[in-house]
């Protein structure tokens, strides 16, 4: 599904409507340090660790045309957060809304929840708000592999499935050590550096 997501991103498929839908937690994605900037000045800011979270929509689907024929796939929607232990951060007001007793992030993956969308000032789609799922509501399984890329132990299979647009802001993370220099993509090859 990464390849597909990557091929996709300069294209313009719509977005998801404002609501609350059924979802399920298909990537975990830490981006390492990554520099910061204050959204109303601009200014430069203390940098954070961060990760993006991303919720598979089964019921909300794009068309997608590839050499055997039309494919119907979910949605996607991901929202970063700021890497904290504080309980009053978003990340850990997250968790412990919909895993209290999860010991690490990956526990989060295929998990079902419900997912408010809006809209950013600009009229994109923007996870608004995350809750568990009503009683008795049943979520579709994922369609696509769910993928937990921790920055700390680098994984490279799981680097590689990777959009190209992650990859390279975990390559420019302040506190990358190269640890990806060598992983070559091959489909990177057919691809323009803008997505």
């Not at 119907?72 to 007793?101: C, D, H, Q, Y």
Request: charged share 25%.
């Amino acid at each position: 599904m990464s390849l597909v997501l990557s091929e996709m991103k300069g294209n313009d498929f719509g977005r998801i409507e404002e609501g609350t839908y059924p979802a399920r937690i298909a990537q975990v994605v830490d981006f390492g340090v990554q520099p910061q900037t204050d959204y109303q000045t601009g200014e430069p800011t203390k940098s954070k660790e961060r990760l993006m979270i991303t919720w598979e929509f089964p019921t909300e689907r794009i068309e997608l045309e590839n050499d055997e024929g039309t494919q119907s796939l979910p949605r996607w929607l991901g929202k970063e957060f700021t890497i904290s232990p504080s309980e009053m951060s978003n990340l850990m007001k997250l968790v412990s809304s919909l895993a209290p007793r999860a010991s690490s992030l990956d526990e989060l993956l295929n998990m079902p929840c419900s997912v408010q969308v809006g809209s950013t000032s600009g009229g994109k789609a923007k996870v608004v708000n995350v809750a568990p799922i009503m009683k008795g509501m049943e979520v579709a399984e994922l369609e696509n592999d769910s993928t937990y890329f921790d920055f700390s132990h680098p994984n490279e299979d799981l680097f590689k499935v990777l959009p190209l647009w992650q990859r390279n802001k975990i390559k420019d993370a302040e506190n990358y050590n190269g640890f990806a220099d060598d992983w070559v993509v091959e489909s990177d090859a057919e691809k323009s550096e803008d997505y």
